[in-house]
């Protein structure tokens, strides 16, 4: 028997149920994907309930996580595969290499010097990075990552002379023994290619509402001002496009829960940075769960800030200024309206990160791609693994589970 | 609003609209796609959206007095990109059949010409109809495939000037009647609606000129199949759409010159032409094109009903007029080739066929899928005249202002 526990995933849900986990004495691993810890929170500008920035929160996280030796952290890692059973389980996990040293030496100047610019995913490609990076605030683990792939014949010249550099470094695969298995896979936004009729991404000017975060994030490509694409000049209307991709059955059939309040608190963003701008949110119903009623409350209560029930449906680029015309039937009043707007935000929903992949483990998924089922295996899923949920939501699922584990690796 | 308004919902005609094609329409959430996306809705009170709401709601009279089923073509648009499947398209459609059904008695046949059930009791009126009269004739003759000089006359067994055209001409009025007062249902049904007040916009003086455009406009170029779309499958529609239009329309013309010169021929004998007519006779060739153009037209839009499809699904009332005018292009050129290759046994059976689908064709329109042929042109000469533009009309002052 194993009393250790896995934690796949290393976002907010993620950690809150490792440190729950390790901080009662469990020895804890901790898989994360990306070469950083603190996931889609880490992305965002402010996040609810108190809308505080993802250092508020995520810091501390790491601070627990760095001073518990009960933890190991592995970032870029993967889990291959999982055999055995509850309270036995044998993992696979690939991890890549860094390429960089240990010591969390600044290697910010050397980055600079290496010519290729690589459109930042982090940023939602709204900005480049260089193939040596460290691309997101406050990062954890503090240490910079090669992207080998992304490198030229005079870079590699450049980087083999560099004694914190290992061009060489191999992949490599561990097998960790555990008890009980915590899924925190978290979410994607939903891809807008697939949006046709909204733009398919293709219209400077028509973002996503995980842009828009970035954009008002000052920690962003824009540093925080939030400006056009194509021109970088402050947009005086804004429009939020609601359900875009979700509630749909072309899409996800399924309502992302955040959206609704993730425009209201986008509004409020845009209106607190420009005092003359207005915002017109197109809903289908606004959806603001409990106390978030509140919140919505306020945000409407700006007489710049207007709400219209109807979806849309149609957008098209103004070839002159690069505006948004965006087709809508306000259903109330029941007459279409075709108006411009300096700036379209589309509230593209959730979709879980394992649709549509192969899973290594034996647990159910559904149609959607949220996990269903594997308690009675000793596996847990969490937050958006499993459903659309807010941070706050996230976190406690998170604690649930470690509270599940540790009963499944203990005993009752 | 200063009034509360109180509903009363319809539940017994909602239940009726889902059960000829609306099934779905409780699905929808009111999200408003659907008029967006559709390529002919109006700015203003825009469809199929308020349709939805009013048919989830049962407001009866609402939705038998909108016109703007008559302003939707089904391109299905509405149905393809609906987030629930709601098919509002279904739901236009639907609205459309249940006036076929219901807006002109008698009410046996709007009933019998809903269901196939009732098909048997609709194809026995001719039937019956022209097995007396062969039944009769036949013994007369002594055959009942009789010829003259050794060539097969369907005079001799159903004598146009006795049986068919007495029979036919009755029940053309009695359609075009039916059809007079359906109008005059229609229109009054339209005038109890709210209109909008639109500024800008110089509607057609009277009626006449209304028709006139709508005609010109978007009847002969079939201008709105085409804001429909010219993708496929809406391009295929579309071109079997015009070409069974335009082979109706020859297949009409040489009717009416074979009654004119037929009947006129009695009065004045120098309009008297010989029948049947030589193959190289223009109005032969006429009458063989449109036959042609009738089944090029069919292939298309069959092709188009057979594939399956979840944004255009076909009900009984496209199925019935499609099949029919199927039998009668088919019954209509086996006779002409039966006849000329003499095998009279097949040629009288096919022609007593084709007399009986042209009964049927004529006859039911108006309570048919055929029935649009009067009652789309009607709506649309109303919303020309009302100023119910649809978001594609360009008016000669170029801006057009809805409040």
Redesign the interface.
């Known amino acids: 028997m194993s009393q250790s526990i896995l934690v796949i995933g290393g976002g907010f849900g993620g950690i809150t149920a490792a440190l729950e986990a390790a901080e009662v004495g469990h020895e804890v691993y901790l898989v994360e994907k990306n070469p950083y810890l603190g996931g889609r929170v880490m992305q965002l500008n402010k996040y609810f309930p108190k809308l505080c920035p993802p250092s508020c929160g995520l810091e501390i996280q790491f601070q627990r996580i760095k001073r518990n030796p009960k933890i190991t952290c592995l970032t870029l890692a993967e889990v291959m595969s999982v055999s055995g059973q509850p309270g036995n389980y044998e993992v696979a996990v690939r991890i890549k290499p860094r390429c960089t040293d240990q010591s969390s030496v600044d290697l910010s100047k050397l980055a600079a010097e290496l010519s290729r610019d690589i459109p930042n995913a982090f940023e939602f490609e709204l900005s480049t990075r260089k193939a040596l990076y460290m691309d997101v605030p406050f990062a954890f683990p503090q240490r910079y990552t090669l992207d080998r792939d992304n490198l030229d014949e005079s870079d590699r010249r450049k980087l083999t002379k560099h004694e914190a550099i290992d061009l060489d470094a191999k992949e490599k695969t561990i097998t960790l023994n555990c008890g009980s298995i915590i899924v925190a896979t978290g979410w994607k936004p939903y891809d807008v290619a697939n949006l046709t ?1 909204l733009g398919a991404g293709r219209l400077a000017n028509c973002i996503t509402n995980m842009q828009m975060e970035r954009l008002a994030a000052p920690s962003g490509p824009t540093a925080g001002s939030i400006t056009r694409p194509s021109d970088n000049r402050p947009p005086r209307k804004v429009a939020f496009v609601q ?1 875009a991709g979700s ?5 996800l059939p399924y309502c992302s829960y955040i959206c609704c309040m993730a425009s209201l608190k986008q509004a409020q963003y845009v209106r607190e940075q420009y005092p003359e701008s207005e915002v017109t949110i197109f809903y ?2 606004l959806r603001t769960p409990g106390r978030y009623e509140n919140f919505s409350k306020k945000i409407l209560a700006d007489e710049k800030v207007k709400a219209v ?6 957008v098209q680029e103004d070839l002159a200024s690069q505006g948004i015309w965006v ?5 109330v009043a ?3 309206l ?1 108006e411009c707007f300096d700036l379209v935000v589309l509230a593209t929903g959730m979709q879980p990160s394992l649709s549509g992949l192969p899973l290594p483990m034996d647990v159910g998924m559904d149609e959607n791609g949220f996990l269903t089922g594997g308690e009675e295996r000793g596996i847990f899923s969490v937050g958006c693994a499993k459903e659309p949920l807010d941070v706050m939501k996230s976190a406690q699922s998170g604690t649930s589970a470690a509270m599940q584990a540790i009963q499944t690796v203990r005993g009752r | 609003m200063s009034e509360p308004l109180r509903i009363q919902p319809n539940l017994e005609f909602v239940q009726e609209l889902q059960a000829i094609g609306g099934q779905d329409l409780k699905k929808c959430y009111q999200c408003a796609t659907c008029s967006v996306v559709c390529p002919l809705s109006p700015m203003d009170r825009s469809f199929p959206r308020k349709e939805m709401v009013w048919a989830q709601w049962g407001l009866k009279d609402r939705l038998v007095n909108d016109i703007d089923m008559w302003l939707c073509h089904k391109c299905g648009q509405c149905s393809e990109q609906c987030p629930r499947g709601a098919k509002p398209g279904e739901l236009m459609s639907a609205l459309r059949n249940m006036a076929y059904r219901n807006l002109m008695g008698p009410k046996f046949i709007g009933e019998w010409m809903s269901s196939i059930k009732h098909l048997p009791k609709l194809i026995a009126i001719p039937a019956i109809i022209y097995l007396l009269v062969w039944f009769v004739t036949g013994s007369l003759q002594g055959t009942p495939f009789p010829l003259e000089h050794g060539k097969i006359e369907f005079g001799l067994i159903f004598p146009g000037d006795y049986t068919i055209d007495p029979v036919f001409v009755l029940v053309f009025f009695f359609a075009v009647y039916t059809f007079i007062r359906g109008i005059g249902k229609l229109y009054q049904g339209f005038d109890t609606q709210p209109k909008t007040f639109v500024l800008g916009y110089h509607p057609p003086e009277n009626i006449w000129v209304s028709l006139y455009q709508v005609l010109k406009e978007e009847v002969v170029t079939h201008k709105k199949w085409k804001d429909c779309g010219e993708e496929e499958p809406e391009d295929t529609k579309f071109k079997g759409h015009l070409v069974l239009f335009y082979s109706f329309i020859a297949l009409a013309v040489v009717t009416g010159i074979v009654a004119f010169t037929h009947w006129g021929g009695k009065v004045l004998p120098f309009l008297h032409m010989p029948y049947p007519m030589a193959l190289w006779n223009p109005v032969k060739i006429l009458a063989n094109i449109g036959a042609i153009g009738l089944f090029v037209g069919l292939i298309y839009l069959t092709k188009r009903r057979v594939a399956p499809s979840e944004k255009d699904e076909s009900s009984y009332y496209d199925w019935y007029l499609i099949v029919l005018i199927w039998v009668v292009a088919v019954t209509g050129m086996l006779s002409q080739i039966f006849r000329i290759a003499e095998v009279a046994g097949l040629a009288y059976s096919v022609y007593y066929l084709h007399l009986v689908s042209v009964f049927m064709l004529i006859a039911y329109t108006p309570w048919s899928k055929l029935g649009h042929l009067v009652y789309r042109i009607a709506a649309l000469t109303y919303a020309r005249r009302h100023g119910r533009l649809s978001t594609e009309i360009e008016t000669d002052k170029n801006k057009v202002y809805v409040i």
């Open positions: 009729n359900c509630r749909d059955e072309n899409h289908i119903d029930k109807g979806k849309v449906a149609a087709t809508a039937e306000d259903a029941g007459n279409k075709v």
